[in-house]
């Protein structure tokens, strides 16, 4: 039998072995601190008509986490998206490619986000991996554009420094959808991915919660917009020209709920609001507010930026439950059906179809409070949709945040990945979770794996529109199809 076909073994594309590479990867290591800084970055992607002159990659200043332990680079590349690369002093040959979350709402590409991106993973550069981030061309949504800049930054550094050995896609948060669809779009020209608290259920279905929120909501509140305020559909999230601010919103959500006051500061109108949208979303009250604010300012972006005014979201078959008088709210709720012109763009752009090539392993809290745990499930559901499920590994671990994890887990985790793609050996949450111990010896951050943990079904936590219970929402055929259409997406 062809071992690579073995049990446990994921067969090697011939377009990615690390081994037909190694020769080169070791002089790579010893001439990238030759590389002159100041080498110009190719023009990768057709640019934007607003992009800027590409610059860099320039020596910069790392991160303190990184001091005299590896060089950093900076620059702007084609398409004016900022971008950050640190290769440690004593490289591994390997690169991690990152993909950050958000999504911001800047108007332009911000240059602080890919360093700070750096200082919170830094943990790759201890490992030895090179890492390179893009802050992408512009703020807003767009996953595929951001998985192209992603994707322009592979090839900047290998321009810049050679091919690494093996190299590595990662993301977090939305950041998790963005590296999810540069493992289907550009697979090939990677070795495995990592996606960790990712939000992997895609945005046609990833962000029916917040929908929710926002239309329960509006039932209790009656404020957000108030009754003497131009009135617009919920699902715009917020009127085009609004000038509310984040300290706004906020200021609504305490005037009806008081969700930042001590309970017994709260008046009892305010306590039954806030325990009957809490009950009826199942949204954590401790990120109750960002919740609200993703589903007033991104869902602006996405509906009047992204889709020219057409609305994506639909909640006409939804009944919800859990308040305490469930038939006035489910009578009262605003209601509103798709725009299925709408909703096909934004899964394109967004949407997973499970097809990926390489390994997969993700990590996720158990309670993370933004990104819900059951996102694994429904990306469990899509690759074994999409015939892929034996190129996944999941972890979980029992932590309750989002945005940053235990430094000795994300050793762990990938260093996992990488001895899979090296050996082929696949690894399981026992055995990932048996090797943190031996990197928290180093990092002290404490090792919270619960290999038994499995996720119950995304229906079981995010209520389901119709035809919602199968999975991929979206077909790798289908995505090839509306790709030769054109047309079709999210413009950059």
């Known amino acids: 039998m062809d071992i690579s076909q073995a049990p446990g073994r994921i067969p090697r594309t011939p377009l990615r072995s690390p081994f037909r590479r190694r020769a080169a990867a070791g002089s790579v290591i010893m001439a990238s601190a030759l590389i002159a800084p100041m080498l110009m970055a190719p023009v990768l992607m057709a640019p934007a008509a607003s992009a800027s002159a590409a610059t860099g990659p320039e020596v910069a200043p790392c991160p303190a986490e990184l001091a005299d332990q590896a060089t950093c680079y900076g620059g702007q590349d084609a398409n004016g998206a900022y971008y950050t690369i640190a290769v440690p002093r004593d490289w591994n040959g390997s690169l991690v490619v990152h993909a950050h979350g958000g999504p911001d ?25 090179a890492w390179a981030g893009s802050a992408y061309r512009r703020g807003g949504y767009g996953t595929r554009m951001a998985a192209e800049d992603t994707e322009n930054l592979r090839r900047l550094f290998v321009k810049t420094f050679g091919e690494p050995k093996l190299t590595f896609a990662h993301g977090q948060s939305w950041g998790g959808n963005v590296a999810a669809k540069v493992a289907e779009i550009y697979g090939r020209r990677y070795d495995g991915v990592l996606l960790t608290n990712g939000v992997l259920a895609g945005a046609t279905r990833g962000y029916d919660y917040r929908v929710d929120l926002r239309v329960v909501y509006q039932y209790y509140c009656r404020n957000h917009p108030r009754p003497s305020e131009p009135q617009y559909p919920l699902w715009m999230g917020l009127r085009e020209d609004s000038t509310m601010t984040t300290t706004g919103l906020r200021a609504r959500l305490r005037e009806c709920t008081g969700y930042d006051l001590p309970p017994a ?7 039954r609001n806030l325990d009957d949208i809490l009950a009826v979303t199942k949204i954590p009250e401790r990120t109750l507010e960002s919740h609200l604010r993703f589903a007033t300012f991104t869902f602006r972006d996405i509906v009047h930026n992204r889709l020219g005014g057409r609305n994506p979201f639909g909640n006409q078959t939804i009944r919800y439950t859990g308040s305490h008088d469930d038939e006035a709210l489910n009578a009262g709720v605003e209601r509103f059906s798709a725009d299925p012109s709408a909703v096909r763009d934004l899964s394109f752009d967004s949407d997973v179809t499970g097809a990926v090539p390489i390994p997969v392993l993700t990590m996720h809290a ?5 990104a819900f745990v059951e996102h694994e499930s429904a990306y469990r559901a899509s690759l074994r949709g999409a015939g892929s499920g034996g190129r996944l590994v999941q972890t979980f671990t029992r932590e309750s945040e989002h945005s940053e994890l235990s430094t000795a887990e994300y050793a762990a985790v990938m260093s996992a990945l990488s001895s899979w793609v090296r050996t082929g050996d696949k690894p399981t949450p026992a055995s990932v979770a048996a090797s943190c111990p031996t990197f928290d010896a180093a990092y002290g951050t404490g090792c919270f794996f619960d290999p038994a943990f499995v996720p119950g079904d995304y229906a079981s936590r995010v209520l389901p529109r119709p035809g919602a219970r199968h999975w991929p929402a979206l077909t790798a055929a289908q995505e090839r199809a509306w790709a030769r259409r054109g047309g079709v997406g999210i413009a950059p």
């Open 105 to 129: 709402l800047t108007e332009s590409s911000d240059p602080e986000r890919s360093p700070e991106d750096l200082a919170r993973w830094s943990v790759m550069v201890r490992e030895g991996y």
């Open 366 to 370: 158990i309670d993370d409070p933004t």
């Open 265 to 271: 500061e709260r008046t009892a109108e305010q306590q």
